[in-house]
């Protein structure tokens, strides 16, 4: 169980293009998701939470107008890089926390790897 | 906020020797403890957590141990494979946030 799917695994765009990424909790209801960035040889680095039916809350320095951040059910996020550029070439990696629990544990996606041309 | 801080930040091991990797954590109201492996290419991986009304929690080979008065806890991992390269992450919260990361161990298991 607790089993979270990310969509695309990989995509390659042109810079000025916009890519969306889902991130869907397959087995369960996830009242919060949240989505990181992970730079090569980097750590992951949170951008934003987002709650199911209200706005993300992106963290400082991450745009909310590039980065747009969509949680429309219990069981889908996505986030859209619009306008995307090179340097937003990326791996980003979504994860859920179970509702209805105190949502310490989160699980993981399998990340979706962003190359802009 | 919370800060994380992971050491060391590489570890190069002989296959069946032990790996240990501490971190650091800044806010006393964390209360859940993860450890996580990444291979290349790949989300991270969870392997091994502790709760804060824990001491040490152990998997076989591997074990966490917690000491919260200190804000530090350890991966300890025992009889190392090659397999066990990867690069390893300890994360920390407290309920309704989000895991705040380390920025990781890259351990080399040789055979």
């Known amino acids: 169980g607790a089993v979270v799917s990310q969509h695309p695994s990989w995509v390659i765009c042109k810079s000025g293009t916009s890519v969306k990424i889902e991130c869907r909790s397959l087995?369960?209801?996830?009242?919060?998701m949240f989505w990181y960035r992970q730079f090569p040889k980097q750590s992951l680095m949170l951008m934003a939470t987002?709650?199911?039916?209200?706005?993300?809350?992106?963290e400082q320095g991450v745009e909310k107008d590039k980065f747009l951040i969509n949680h429309a059910s219990l069981t889908l996020s996505t986030l859209t890089v619009t306008s995307a550029h090179p340097e937003d070439s990326s791996f980003y990696i979504c994860?859920?926390?179970?509702?209805?629990?105190?949502?310490?544990?989160?699980?993981f996606g399998p990340g979706t790897r962003l190359t802009v041309l | 906020g919370e800060n994380v801080e992971q050491h060391p930040s590489t570890l190069s091991v002989q296959e069946g020797d032990s790996a240990v990797i501490k971190c650091t954590y800044s806010?006393?109201?964390?209360?859940?403890f993860p450890w996580y492996k990444q291979e290349l290419g790949k989300g991270p991986q969870l392997i091994i957590d502790i709760r804060s009304n824990v001491g040490e929690k152990k998997d076989q080979r591997i074990a966490v141990t917690l000491n919260k008065t200190a804000k530090h806890f350890s991966l300890h991992i025992t009889e190392t494979q090659p397999e066990d390269s990867a690069v390893y992450f300890c994360a920390t919260n407290q309920a309704g946030t989000a895991l705040i990361f380390g920025k990781g161990t890259t351990l080399s298991v040789s055979s």
């Open positions: 087995d369960f209801q996830a009242t919060t």
């Open positions: 806010d006393s109201a964390s209360n859940y």
């Open positions: 994860s859920a926390g179970r509702q209805g629990s105190s949502y310490n544990e989160q699980f």
């Open positions: 987002s709650n199911e039916g209200s706005k993300a809350t992106y």
